[in-house]
């Protein structure tokens, strides 16, 4: 442990200082899939109603599913972070929202209402436990007065996917129908987990580089005194 005095010197060393808006921005943006996906049903309920026919009750379980397994997971995706570690506890659950999406997806394409229920309880296994593994990402990342900051940009700016499928699913439904519609929040989903895989590796290679640079830091002191 350095002591207070050196540490602000340390700090500006290491590749975590440099590389922390890097990582933000990505951090920012691999939610940006979930936000655009969960809010699927809304954009789309006239016509998965009438083109499903189902009841407006029926047509709320989409909702309803997906919000089962979100009591939960905040809790229980904590436990796997700890026992999996963050990085690939991130890769897990972001992979289980793209099969969730892919459920959801493939059932658009087959008018298959009960698999899109279905992939909308998977969707929900992992998308609260992305959301915590972002938090926890950024808290290892940033310190003092820029935490509060990233915090707040990580829950501001995913909003953007709501907006973003609230003004282009609906037009991409009347031009593709249902399939290609929930295609596009899979291809997100997608490219969530390449940017979560690219998180991983500079994780893991920032740590293992700033390890480097704390020995040789320390052995600059010894030898100044």
Do not use: H
Not at 50 to 66: A, E, P, R, W
Not at 86 to 109: A, E, K
Not at 160 to 186: C, E, R
């Amino acid at each position: 442990m350095l002591p207070p005095e050196r540490q602000e010197a340390y700090l500006a060393r290491t590749w975590k200082k440099k590389l922390r808006w890097v990582m933000l921005f990505l951090c920012m943006m691999y939610v940006v899939s979930v936000n655009f996906c969960i809010d699927y049903p809304a954009s789309l309920e006239t016509q998965i109603e009438t083109q499903f026919d189902v009841s407006n009750s029926k047509y709320g379980l989409l909702y309803s599913y997906f919000a089962l397994p979100n009591a939960i997971m905040p809790i229980v995706g904590g436990v796997f972070f700890d026992k999996l570690g963050i990085r690939s506890g991130l890769i897990l659950f972001t992979s289980i929202v793209c099969v969730g999406q892919g459920m959801f997806m493939l059932g658009g394409y087959n008018m298959d209402f009960n698999l899109m229920l279905w992939g909308r309880i998977v969707f929900g296994i992992g998308c609260e436990a992305m959301i915590v593994g972002q938090s926890a990402v950024t808290s290892a990342w940033f310190l003092n007065f820029e935490l509060p900051f990233a915090m707040s940009m990580i829950v501001c700016f995913p909003l953007l996917g709501s907006f973003i499928q609230g003004s282009t699913i609906p037009t991409v439904y009347d031009a593709n129908g249902f399939g290609w519609a929930f295609a596009i929040g899979f291809i997100l989903c997608c490219a969530s987990l390449c940017m979560v895989i690219t998180i991983a590796l500079i994780d893991r290679l920032t740590n293992k580089a700033d390890d480097i640079i704390l020995d040789k830091y320390v052995d600059e002191i010894l030898l100044a005194n």
